[in-house]
């Protein structure tokens, strides 16, 4: 796997960036500006199986990212750039499974620590186009093991036994870019909006595409603010996934599995905003990531929880 090409991602890439350059020229200039001048919302996102109340754990178990971003309006719609860190974990789909216990297409374990920028344009239509760069390490470096231990202990579960197999440690670097159309309304309480994102780097590298309809009291007001249900599917075209196949220059000897192609994933939730705080939550269902392993061995669920705030 680690020889397919990129060619046909990098050229989709490069085409994007290159529609939209005369947009991105003033980018540089702006940061600066946003940054001083831009209303900060600062949130917290996490990603965790156990929320399900669920007492089993395993694949994609945990994700903890915290991100502030600052907006400014501009003549257009409006800019917006920020930071962000974070944290994803995975492990074998019974994480009480000794490493002498775990099958031979069992999720490895592994751990992604990334930091990263991103900058934002965003049209008055409700259309954006993002790009970010994330750079960070997989395996012990992402300290996975010492994080899950103290998440374990906090919600009396038993202790992940496979940590000693995990993927080995890489240096990583992920470049984003991904777009939104604008919103199709189909009256003053329902919608419906499209999605498209590409990841390239050692660590990601992949394309997907969403769909999300949204429902419910959509219009801001000073008093209610915005509450409303929504409904997210989405297909993702799957290059290279170092979490489960190991980075690009890991040896041949650490335990890896191939990824499918092509995967697929729904997210149902519910979104409530008022003033200056912000709650979103929904449950999110991943079809299997594992070639020649079976849908339901691999199929996964997990809650989503994101607050955020604005001063």
Do not use: K
């Not at 860190?85 to 592994?110: E, H, I, K, W």
């Not at 429902?215 to 290279?240: C, D, I, K, M, W």
């Amino acid at each position: 796997m680690r020889s397919v090409s990129l060619i046909p991602l990098l050229c989709l890439m490069a085409g994007v960036v290159a529609a939209q350059t005369p947009a991105m020229q003033p980018a540089g200039e702006d940061l600066r500006e946003i940054f001083r001048q831009g209303r900060p919302t600062t949130t917290l996102d996490i990603d965790n199986d156990s929320l399900l109340l669920r007492n089993d754990d395993g694949l994609y178990t945990s994700g903890l990212r915290l991100s502030q971003s600052f907006r400014v309006r501009s003549s257009e719609g409006w800019r917006s750039a920020g930071w962000r860190v974070g944290q994803q974990l995975y492990t074998a789909a019974d994480a009480r499974l000794r490493p002498d216990q775990l099958r031979a297409l069992d999720r490895p374990y592994a751990g992604w620590l990334y930091a990263g920028l991103f900058y934002r344009i965003e049209d008055a239509d409700g259309s954006e186009l993002a790009f970010g760069l994330d750079i960070g390490c997989i395996g012990p470096c992402a300290q996975g093991q010492r994080t899950q231990d103290v998440l374990h202990q906090l919600l009396n579960q038993p202790q992940p036994q496979g940590w000693g197999t995990q993927i080995e440690n890489e240096v990583g670097v992920v470049a984003h870019v991904g777009g939104r159309g604008p919103y199709l309304r189909f009256s003053p309480h329902a919608d419906l909006r499209p999605g498209v994102a590409a990841r390239l780097g050692n660590i990601f590298t992949d394309l997907g595409g969403d769909l999300t309809l949204r429902f419910g009291e959509l219009q801001p007001s000073a008093a209610e603010g915005t509450v409303y249900g929504f409904l997210r599917a989405g297909v993702r075209g799957v290059v290279h996934d170092a979490t489960l196949q190991g980075g690009w220059i890991g040896s041949q000897s650490q335990r890896t599995v191939e990824p499918r192609c092509v995967t697929g994933e729904i997210e149902a939730g519910w979104q409530w905003q008022v003033a200056r705080w912000a709650v979103r939550v929904s449950v999110v269902g991943r079809s299997n990531e594992i070639r020649r392993v079976e849908e339901a061995q691999g199929r996964q669920e997990f809650l989503r929880l994101s607050i955020s705030y604005s001063p």
